[in-house]
């Protein structure tokens, strides 16, 4: 499956909620193809793709689109993950609300620090002792990462090889993934020095023009 189909899916998610907020019952491709900045063509590409279907000149229910989205992406049910990591990064995620709104749940966070195990927004820290047996017992398919660089790949493996099939890592390293589990690297660094870039290069360009 294209990775940058189901990224389009998720923002088709976002502006159907958005949509729906303002009263609309029915949406056409032209108009989610102009909240992402697309073609039409591709938005019913995407669509033909996931088996989704609509009519030409009726378009689409919004409601009825917002379920079949909801349910590819896996949003038709509450999804249970763990975080190994919990220094300020890790902390931050466990204190993020906006997870219960997308019926993602933060059930456990994981640690080596002793002084860490307590709770956080009524969510438990464990020793990492315990990591094996909690991801089995709950039967949790994914993780976050928020250790340090030096730990992460080690983490990554352990995660791995008790069963975890999808990491996301923030840890400032790209990790190698095995076999078949999907790994999201998100280098927050990297981001940020983009963000600099285009502001100072377009900063740059206002001082050129006066």
Known sequence: MNENSIERLSKYKSSLQKLKTLGFLKVFSDNLA????????????????????????????????????????????????????????????????????????????FDIDPSRMAKVEKIPIYTMEKLKDFIHAESVKIAIIAVPDIAAQRVADLLISYGIKGILNFAPI???????????????????EKVIYYANAMDDDNGKES
Not at 66 to 90: A, F, H, M, P, Q
Not at 174 to 192: A, F, M, P, T, Y
């Open 34 to 109: 102009d909240a992402l900045g697309i073609q039409s063509a591709q938005v019913r590409k995407d669509f033909s793709l996931f088996g989704i279907s609509g009519k030409k000149r009726g378009g689409y229910n919004v409601e009825d689109l917002l379920t079949s989205i909801n349910t590819i992406l896996g949003k038709d049910r509450i999804e249970n993950v763990i975080i190994v990591g919990c220094g300020n990064i890790g902390i931050a995620l466990m204190n993020y609300r906006g997870f219960v709104r997308e019926k993602i749940k933060i059930i456990a966070g």
């Open 174 to 192: 790209k990790l190698k993934s095995q076999g078949e589990v999907v790994i999201n690297n998100v280098d927050l660094i990297q981001e940020i």
